[in-house]
Every structure is written in C-alpha cells, then in structure tokens.
C-alpha cells in the first residue's frame, strides 16, 4: 500500500479513486506512510517517522503474499521507496485522489493545501483524518474548496443522530461518508444502512465502504450487503479481483 507501484495496479485493474496515508518527516517532506512508528517498517527500530529525516526512512519490504499479489517476484526494491506527495501528484496529475492525514498535525496540511493548489488539484482531491477530527475541522477552515470526509468519531455521532431521528435537521460540513474497517455497528445498528446512505445521497454526499469490513479481503458477504444497499463507491486492497467481482 502507499507505493507508486501498487497504485499503478490499482489503477490498471479498474480503480478509479486513490486512497493515500500521508505524514511529515522531520525534513518536512510529506510520505505516504499509514503507521507513525518505523517498527511497522523496520522491526529492529523503535523511532517515530516524526522525528527522522527523509533519508533516514527504510525501504519498504515485502512478504510472499504481498509479492504474489502484485505478480512480480523479483521486484526492483527502487519501486519500494517510501514515496513523498509530489511524485504521486506528478505521476498520476488527473487521478482523483483521497488524502488521509495520519498525524494530528495543521503544519502537515498547510503543506499538503499548498501542493494541491501548486498542482492545481482541489476539483479532483477529498481529504480528512480518519483519526483526529480537529484536524477535520482545521481543513474545513482552510480550503473549503477541497471536499471532506468524515472522521470516525463523527461517523458514529451520525448514526446516533440517524438513530434518534434528528440527522436531517443537522447541518452537515462533510462532503464524503467513508465507512472505515475498524468502525464497529453500535448495538447492532448496521453502519451499512440503506435509509442513511439514501439521506446522504439525498444530500449530495456519496458513501463509500471498505470491502473487508470484517478483516476479510474483498469480503464476499460484505460486497453483496454493499451491492443491494447501492453503495456508491467500494475501497478495496485488490482492485482487479474486486473488478471481477463486480462483474460477474
């Protein structure tokens, strides 16, 4: 994930939407990196991304599954450098892309607010945090031109609203409903929800859901939920499988 490489297959495999993690080294350079400590990365460091250089990041690495999935064993490990924002904006300049901010940091989206107007991108760029709703709040102040998504504690106060039968007389900032993997039904009550996903397509905000809610790959029980609640959009890790799926 986060790689130019697995972006290409996505692509090349039917996706139409990218879906970035991105944070600031301390050579203020904006990676794509999902989690803030290397020892996801590098098992033999204990060091927050924070407060290493750029050049001081790992290559990325991969596990035979992960080889397999992309058909290419012997993989040049340049693809596997950690990617900075600029060469994903210059490799993919009409590629509409979602921006998820991983650190609670407004220096970070200053940075990234100033290279989406340099690449003249705010029509085709969604950004957010899933994780820090101020941050949310923040990009609403800043750029109200670049569409936002929900964070995760928003989402659930949605659908308590939804619940209590007060949601439609809320005002509404967010421009996209991301159903995230780790976000869990509250008492039973299904965040895949046809009457909720018709309330926000009614006010002109799409709802897109992971595939593998249930940890589970392009989830078959997930894709047919999705399918008959007219879900507009799905993420998924496996774009060409999802693809096949779709059209079977």
């Known amino acids: 994930e986060n790689t130019i490489e697995s972006f290409k297959r996505a692509l090349n495999g039917g996706a139409q939407v990218i879906l970035i993690d991105v944070q600031l080294t301390k050579d203020k350079k904006v990676i794509l990196l999902r989690h803030e400590n290397i020892s996801e990365y590098d098992k033999n460091r204990n060091e927050e991304i924070l407060y290493l250089n750029y050049s001081e990041l790992p290559r990325l690495s991969l596990d035979d599954n992960q080889k397999e999935l992309i058909q290419n064993k012997d993989i040049d490990t340049e693809l596997l450098k950690i990617p900075v924002l600029n060469e994903v904006f210059n490799e993919f300049p009409k590629v509409p892309i979602i921006i998820n901010f991983v650190t609670n940091s407004t220096e970070l989206v200053d940075i990234v607010n ?17 994780n820090h709703e101020n941050i949310n709040k923040y990009l609403f102040i800043i ?12 989402i659930n106060r949605i659908i308590l609203y939804d619940f209590i039968g007060i949601l439609p007389f809320l005002n509404i900032n967010e421009s996209v409903f991301i159903t995230t993997q780790k976000t869990k039904d509250i008492k039973g009550y299904s965040l895949l929800k046809y009457g909720l996903n018709m309330h926000m397509n009614a006010r002109g905000i799409p709802v897109f859901a992971y595939s593998n809610i249930n940890g589970v790959m392009n989830d078959i029980s997930v894709l047919e939920k999705i399918r008959k609640l007219q879900i507009n959009g799905i993420i998924a890790d496996d774009s060409s499988s999802l693809t096949d799926y779709l059209n079977s």
């Open 143 to 154: 750029n109200k031109k670049v569409p936002i998504f929900f964070s995760k504690s928003r």
């Open 114 to 130: 100033s290279l989406i107007k340099e690449y003249d991108r705010e029509n085709i760029t969604i950004w957010g945090s899933f």
